[in-house]
């Protein structure tokens, strides 16, 4: 597997437009818009930092992801997304190497990515979102 760099980083917010308010306006990120990911249960903006990116989560649906995280730790840091070269190649190496994954196969997701999740439970308590855009 080879992890090319930090893609994003996910930070669960009540709602983007608080969320802009502060990794925009106060810090200068720019604001590239908002996507709603049906599929998800949640609208996610994107904010450039170099070639990486903090995307702002806001749930919409009270039983989306989103909102349970919300409920149970409040606003804060959701997953850290790596892109990878071949996130198929990938997700094979780490069943082999026996890591719990939340998608055993690539789903699409914001801005067209293919995306998985692998469980926190592997990887020290962390969310981990691997990414692979073409």
Do not use: Y
Not at 1 to 25: P, T
Not at 67 to 85: M, P, Q, S, T, Y
Not at 106 to 119: D, E, S, V
Not at 128 to 134: G, I, K, M, N, T
């Amino acid at each position: 597997m080879k992890i090319l760099q930090i893609d994003h980083i996910g930070v669960a917010v009540n709602s983007n437009a608080a969320g802009k308010q502060f990794w925009s306006d106060i810090l200068g990120l720019p604001f590239e818009g908002e996507e709603t990911v049906a599929e998800q249960k949640v609208t996610t903006a994107f904010l450039p930092v170099g070639e990486s990116e903090v995307e702002l989560l806001e749930s919409t649906d009270p039983g989306g992801p989103i909102a349970k995280f919300l409920e149970k730790k409040g606003e804060g840091v959701h997953h850290i997304a790596f892109r990878v070269d071949d996130i198929d190649a990938a997700l094979d190496e780490l069943k082999n190497k026996g890591v719990k994954l939340i998608d055993e196969t690539p789903r699409i997701g914001a801005g067209g990515a293919r995306i998985a999740f692998l469980h926190p439970k592997a990887t020290g308590g962390v969310l981990v979102e691997l990414c692979q855009r073409d």
